[in-house]
C-alpha cells in the first residue's frame, strides 16, 4: 500500500523535493500539498523580472495544474496549515481540511521582517515575498507616484529597480553606510549605489527609519533624522526570518530555524523540514542553490536512499537588475591570514577582488564584468589549488596558465592611435614622437609638451612607461613619493585627479585611482578626507573613521588614555566669567591639571572620555567652544595688548588678533596653522616664527608668513604690506585658502612655501587683487559650513555619543 | 547550543559599533576594545597596547589591523600581535556575532589584565 506524504507549503524547496522523489520512487507515496498561496508553484527568484515587466506571470510557473494532474498530487490552493498534531499524525488547514500523514515535510519558507515602528501596518505598506507583493506594487505603480524601499540588500534593489521601470519615483532607504553589505565589500557597494543611482533612484544611505506616517494609507516616512519623504507605497525589505511557529506549536525542536539533521528529519523522524524555514549544522539559508541540495537529501532519504546527506557549501550572489554586473561569492573580508588581489580598472568600471588563503581561493566580489563568475565560483568551491597562476588568475580562465603579462611589451604593442590621455586627447604617437623630436626626460617635460597626463594624472602610468620605452634605463622618473604603501600617487596626484574628476568620496577615489588595498591605511585615509572635505566644502560628508582620535573627539589624548581640553580665548583675552567656568569645571570634574599654555589659554588635563561631553556643557554655557588644540586646523591667535594698553603699539593688534580667530576658527588645514599679531616690531607676540604673523607699524600691516619653531626653527618671510586692517582680513583669508588648496596633509606653511615658492604666493594672494578676491571668497564659502562648535554638538545634540560610551558594562555582572 | 550558551556573554549590537570603529566594554579586570571592520566583522582585544599601554580602541582601524593613537604601532585585531617591525602582543578575547548581537567567550576575560597582575 502506498504511504502517506503531507507537505506543508508549495514552494521552491518543496517543488524540487517531490521531482526527485516522483523520479526515483514514483508509486511510493500519495501526495497532498497544502499551501497558503492560492496558486501552484512558480519560480519566485523570477519575481523581480516579473514586476519590471521582463517576465509574464505564465513564464516563472514551475508546475502547472496539469503536473499535479499527472502525478496524482493533490493541492490545497489557499489552504494554511494551523494544526499538527503528532500523536494522531494529522494536519488541519483553517479551512477545516485535515489530512492522516506517515511522513510528513514542513516547507513553509521565511517570513519578511517587519520593523516594529509607528505606522508599520497602514495601508499600502508591502513586503517583497509573493506574487500578491508583486501585484499589489504594479497596481500601485499604475498611478506613477512616489514608492520608499527599505532596505538596500538584494531584494529591496530588486524591488527598486522594478518600481522604476514601472514609472514609479524610487527611493531606497538603508540602514547601512554601503548597500548590500552583506554580500559586497565597500568598494563594490559604492559602485552599486553610483549604478542604481544613474538610473534615478535615489539612495540613501545610513538612513534610520523613525515611522511610517500617514492617516489611513501610508503618507510619508519619516527618519530619525527628522527628514520626510512623501511616497504613496512603502516596500519593506529589511530581511527574512524562517517561518517556524506552526513545528514549534507543535513541539518540534525550533533554534532559529526549525532544526534538522544532515537527512533533512527534524527532531520527529516522520517530519522533515526543508527551505528556508529549515535549520542545518546551525546554518539557516536564504537562496535556492542549498534549498535545492536539502530537497535532493529528502527526496533521497524518502526514497529510502539513507546514504545521501545535506552538506553545506559556499553560496554565490548575483543581483537581478538589467544592466548592473555583480557576482559575490564565499568569504570576502580581509585579513593577515589572507592575501588579496584586487584589479581595478576605471575606465571600464570594472573592480575585481580575490580572497586567497593558504593558496586557495576562498573569496570573490567581481563587479562591471561578472563571466568569469562561475569560474571563480567552480575554483572557490573545489577548493583548488591556484598557486601555479596566481599570477594571472584575477584576469579569469582566458589567461590562467598562461605567461603574465608583461606591461612594458602591452605599451609597446599599443597602436599609435591608441588614446592614452583621456582628459586632454593624446594618444600614444603624439607622446612617442615628442620624446624624440624634443628630446623629452621627465613626465613634466611630456605634461608641458602634450599636455598628456596634465589634468587628471590618472595616465601617468602609461606615460611613464612610454618614456621608459622610449628611454630605456635613460630614464629615471622623478620619484614621486607615494601617499602610503596603499598607492603610487603622490599627494598632489590625487588632488589633481579630485579636481578633475569631481571625485566625491574615498572609496571612489581608492576605485578610481586603483587603490592596491580595499580600505586604505591609517596614512592614507586621513590625508584622503581631508582633500576631499577642502575641495567639496558643504558637499563631500566628514568620515570621521578616518580621522585620528584628537579630531575625531575633539580633545587631546594624553599618555594614560586620558584626555585635555583647551576652550578658546579669543585673541588671548578671557573675563572672570570664563576663568569661573573653568575653576567651577576643574573643581565638579576632579580635574588633576590646570596649566596656561604656550598658546595664551589655559589647558585642563586629565579627563576622563566619559566626562567630555558634561565638560564642554559646563564651557558651553559661559560661551566656551572648543581650542581645537588638537586639530590640523586653526589653533591659536596670540596677540599682544597693542594700542589698548601698550605706549608703543601701533595698531589694535588685539582686536585685530580676535577678529582674525573668529574669521579663522573652525577650518580645517592641511597641518596646524598658528597666528600671531603684534603691535609694534618688538613683537611680544612672537608674530615672526608663526605660520602667518602680522605686525602692526604706523602705516598699518606687514604681514607675515612660513616661520615655525617646532621641530625647526624658522623666521617668516615678510608677505607684503598693507594698509588696513580690511585687507590684511582678505590677504590672510586668501593665504590661508591657497595653502588649504595647494598643501600636502601634514605640510606646514613654511615647507608648503619652500616647495611651490614664496614669490608665486606672493603674486596671487597679495599682488593679484582678482586672485586675491577669489580665493578669500572660496574661503568665506567653507567657513559656512566649518564655524559649528563641535563639543556643543556633542555636549547638547548628542553627536558621536558612541565615542562616550562604554557598549557594555560587566563590572557588576561580573561581581553578582 | 544550550550547554554552550552559559558562557557567551551578550554585549549589544553590532550596529552600536561604528564601521572602522571601536567601543568600549568594562570589565572587573580593565578595558576590553571591541572592534568592527570596514567587512563588518567583530574583535575583542585588550584596550592596551603591547608598546606603552596606549588605548587600542582610540586607533584608526583598516583592514583587520589598528593603529594605535599613541605612537603608531600597527596591531593585528585577530592575533594581537603587533605587525611589521615591532613586537608585542594583546590578549585577545574570542566572541560571535548572531543576529547581529555580539557575543563575548565568558571565560576569555580570564586572560585580560594579566599583565598588571604579574
Ligand atoms: C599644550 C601645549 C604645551 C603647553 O603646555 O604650552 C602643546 C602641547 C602639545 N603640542 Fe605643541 N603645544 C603647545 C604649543 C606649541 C608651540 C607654541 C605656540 O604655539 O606658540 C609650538 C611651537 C610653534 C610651532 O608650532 O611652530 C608647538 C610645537 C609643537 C610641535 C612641532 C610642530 C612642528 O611642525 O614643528 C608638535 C608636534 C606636531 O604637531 O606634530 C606639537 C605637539 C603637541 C602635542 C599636541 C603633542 C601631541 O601630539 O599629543 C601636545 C598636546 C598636549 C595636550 O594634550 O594638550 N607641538 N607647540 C601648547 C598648546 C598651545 C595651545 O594653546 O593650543
Ligand atoms: C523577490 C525575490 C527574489 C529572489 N531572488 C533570488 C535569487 O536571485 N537567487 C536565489 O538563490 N534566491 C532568490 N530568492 C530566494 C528564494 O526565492 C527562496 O530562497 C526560495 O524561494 C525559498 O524556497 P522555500 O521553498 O523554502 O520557501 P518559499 O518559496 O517561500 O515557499 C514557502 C511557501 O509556503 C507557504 N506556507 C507558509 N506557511 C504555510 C502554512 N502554514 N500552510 C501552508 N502553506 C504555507 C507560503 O505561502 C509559501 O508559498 C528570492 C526571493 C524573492 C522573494
Ligand atoms: S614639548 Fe613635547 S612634551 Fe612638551 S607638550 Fe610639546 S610635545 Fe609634549
Ligand atoms: S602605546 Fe601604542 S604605540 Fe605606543
Known amino acids: 500500500m502506498k504511504k502517506k506524504l503531507v507537505v506543508i507549503g508549495n514552494g521552491m524547496a518543496p517543488g524540487r523535493a517531490l521531482e526527485r522523489l516522483l523520479e526515483a520512487a514514483p508509486d511510493s507515496f500519495d501526495v497532498t500539498i497544502f499551501n497558503a498561496e492560492p496558486r501552484v508553484n512558480y519560480d519566485r527568484i523570477m519575481l523581480s523580472p516579473l514586476l519590471s515587466g521582463e517576465k509574464s506571470f ?146 540613501i544611505t545610513k538612513a534610520n527609519t523613525k515611522a511610517i506616517l500617514g492617516a489611513k494609507r501610508v503618507e510619508a516616512v519619516e527618519l530619525a533624522d527628522g527628514t520626510r519623504l512623501p511616497a504613496e507605497i512603502v516596500i519593506m525589505a529589511v530581511g527574512i526570518r524562517p517561518n517556524s511557529g506552526l513545528a514549534k506549536t507543535a513541539g518540534i525542536t525550533v533554534n532559529r530555524g526549525i532544526v534538522v539533521d544532515a537527512t533533512m528529519r527534524t527532531s520527529d523522524p516522520d517530519i522533515f523540514a526543508l527551505g528556508e524555514c529549515a535549520e542545518v549544522e546551525a546554518q539557516v539559508f536564504g537562496l535556492v542553490a542549498p534549498l535545492y541540495e536539502m530537497a535532493n537529501v529528502a527526496a533521497a532519504q524518502l526514497a529510502g536512499d539513507e546514504t545521501v546527506k545535506f552538506k553545506a557549501s559556499a553560496t554565490a550572489t548575483k543581483l537581478k537588475v538589467t544592466g548592473i554586473n555583480l557576482f559575490s561569492a564565499g568569504d570576502f573580508a580581509e585579513g593577515s591570514d589572507r592575501e588579496e588581489i584586487v584589479l581595478r580598472d576605471a575606465a571600464r568600471g570594472l573592480y575585481k577582488r580575490l580572497i586567497l588563503k593558504d593558496g586557495k581561493l576562498i573569496g570573490v566580489v567581481l563587479y562591471g564584468e561578472t563571466g568569469d563568475g562561475a569560474w571563480f565560483f567552480d575554483l572557490l568551491k573545489k577548493n583548488a589549488e591556484i598557486k601555479e597562476f596566481r599570477d594571472t588568475l584575477i584576469f579569469g580562465p582566458g589567461y590562467a596558465g598562461g605567461a603574465a603579462q608583461d606591461p612594458m611589451a602591452a605599451v609597446a604593442a599599443l597602436p599609435d592611435e591608441a588614446e592614452i590621455c583621456g582628459c586632454n586627447g593624446v594618444c600614444k604617437g603624439r607622446i612617442t614622437t615628442a620624446i624624440d623630436a624634443l628630446g623629452l626626460k621627465t613626465i613634466d617635460d611630456v605634461r608641458a609638451q602634450t599636455k598628456a597626463s596634465a589634468s587628471c594624472g590618472s595616465c601617468t602610468g602609461l606615460v611613464e612607461l612610454l618614456l621608459k620605452s622610449k628611454l630605456g634605463d635613460a630614464y629615471n622618473p622623478a620619484a614621486v613619493q607615494p601617499m602610503c ?78 584626555y585635555s581640553v583647551v576652550p578658546r580665548m579669543w585673541g588671548g583675552m578671557t573675563s572672570a566669567k570664563e576663568l569661573r567656568a573653568i575653576a567651577d569645571v576643574v573643581e565638579k570634574f576632579n580635574i588633576p591639571a590646570v596649566k596656561c599654555t604656550g598658546g595664551q589659554r589655559i589647558d585642563m588635563l586629565g579627563i576622563k572620555k566619559e566626562d567630555l561631553p558634561a565638560v564642554w556643557a559646563d564651557l558651553n554655557k559661559a560661551g566656551m567652544v572648543s581650542g581645537a588644540a588638537y586639530a590640523k586646523g586653526l589653533r591659536t591667535v596670540k596677540t599682544c595688548v597693542g594700542t589698548d594698553w601698550c605706549r608703543f603699539g601701533t595698531q589694535d593688534s588685539t582686536g585685530l588678533g580676535i577678529k582674525l580667530e573668529k574669521f579663522l576658527w573652525g577650518s580645517w588645514t592641511p597641518a596646524k596653522l598658528k597666528l600671531a599679531v603684534s603691535g609694534c616690531p618688538r613683537n611680544c607676540a612672537e608674530a615672526t616664527c608663526k605660520d602667518i604673523g602680522v605686525i602692526c607699524v604706523d602705516s598699518g600691516y606687514d604681514i607675515h608668513f612660513g616661520g615655525a619653531a617646532g621641530l625647526d626653527i624658522k623666521g617668516t618671510d615678510v608677505l607684503g604690506h598693507v594698509d588696513t586692517e580690511a585687507e590684511a582680513i582678505e590677504v590672510i583669508g586668501a593665504l590661508t585658502q591657497l595653502y588649504r588648496e595647494q598643501g600636502r596633509y601634514l605640510e606646514r606653511i613654511y615647507k608648503w612655501a619652500k616647495r611651490v615658492g614664496h614669490e608665486t604666493i606672493r603674486k596671487q594672494t597679495l599682488d593679484d587683487k582678482e586672485r586675491r578676491k577669489a580665493l578669500y571668497e572660496r574661503f568665506v564659502y567653507s567657513q559656512k559650513f566649518s564655524q559649528k562648535d563641535p563639543w556643543a554638538e556633542r555636549a547638547s545634540e548628542g553627536i558621536d555619543a558612541h565615542e562616550f560610551a562604554p557598549i557594555a558594562d560587566l563590572r557588576l555582572e561580573a561581581a553578582e | 547550543m544550550t550547554a554552550m550558551s552559559s558562557s557567551w556573554i551578550d554585549i549589544g549590537a553590532l550596529a552600536a559599533i561604528p564601521i572602522q570603529g571601536a567601543r568600549l566594554v568594562k570589565t572587573p579586570k580593565g578595558c576590553i576594545a571591541v572592534f568592527r571592520t570596514s567587512h563588518d566583522e567583530a574583535y575583542a582585544l585588550e584596550d592596551r597596547c603591547p608598546h606603552k599601554d596606549g588605548p587600542l580602541s582610540q586607533g584608526i582601524v583598516h583592514g583587520r589591523s589598528v593603529t594605535c593613537p599613541l605612537h603608531n604601532w600597527v596591531i593585528n585585531l585577530e592575533t594581537g600581535a603587533a605587525e611589521g617591525a615591532d613586537k608585542g602582543q594583546v590578549a585577545t578575547v574570542r566572541l560571535k556575532v548572531e543576529n547581529g548581537r555580539i557575543l563575548l567567550d565568558a571565560s576569555g576575560l580570564a586572560a585580560i589584565g594579566k599583565k598588571a597582575e604579574a
Open chain 1, 485 to 562: 604603501p596603499c598607492t603610487k600617487h603622490g599627494h598632489d596626484d590625487v588632488r589633481r585627479f579630485i579636481v578633475a574628476k569631481g571625485v566625491k568620496s574615498i572609496p571612489d577615489l581608492m576605485q578610481a585611482l586603483e587603490w592596491s588595498t580595499s580600505s586604505g591605511c591609517a596614512k592614507c585615509r586621513p590625508a584622503l578626507n581631508y582633500y576631499l572635505l577642502s575641495t567639496w566644502p558643504g558637499d563631500y560628508k566628514d568620515d570621521s573613521q578616518s580621522r585620528f582620535i584628537n579630531e575625531r573627539v575633539h580633545a587631546n589624548i594624553q599618555k594614560d588614555g586620558t
Open chain 1, 58 to 203: 505564465e513564464q516563472i510557473v514551475i508546475h502547472g495544474d496539469g503536473w499535479y494532474v499527472k502525478h496524482g498530487v493533490t493541492l490545497y490552493k489557499g489552504c494554511t496549515v494551523t494544526d499538527i498534531d503528532r500523536a494522531k499524525k494529522t494536519v488541519t488547514s483553517a479551512t477545516g481540511i485535515t489530512a492522516d500523514y506517515d511522513k510528513l515535510i514542513i516547507a513553509t519558507g521565511s517570513q519578511p521582517i517587519i520593523i516594529p515602528i509607528p505606522g508599520a501596518n497602514l495601508a499600502g505598506v508591502l513586503t517583497y515575498r509573493d506574487l500578491d507583493d508583486v501585484q499589489a506594487m504594479m497596481l500601485a505603480a499604475k498611478a506613477r507616484g512616489r514608492a520608499v524601499v527599505i532596505g538596500g540588500g538584494l531584494l529591496g534593489l530588486e524591488a527598486a529597480a522594478g518600481l522604476k521601470e514601472q514609472g514609479m519615483d524610487v527611493t531606497v532607504l538603508h540602514l547601512m553606510p554601503t548597500l548590500m553589505e552583506r554580500q559586497l565589500d565597500t568598494t563594490s557597494g559604492h559602485l552599486l549605489q553610483r549604478a542604481i543611482e544613474a538610473r534615478g533612484i535615489k539612495v
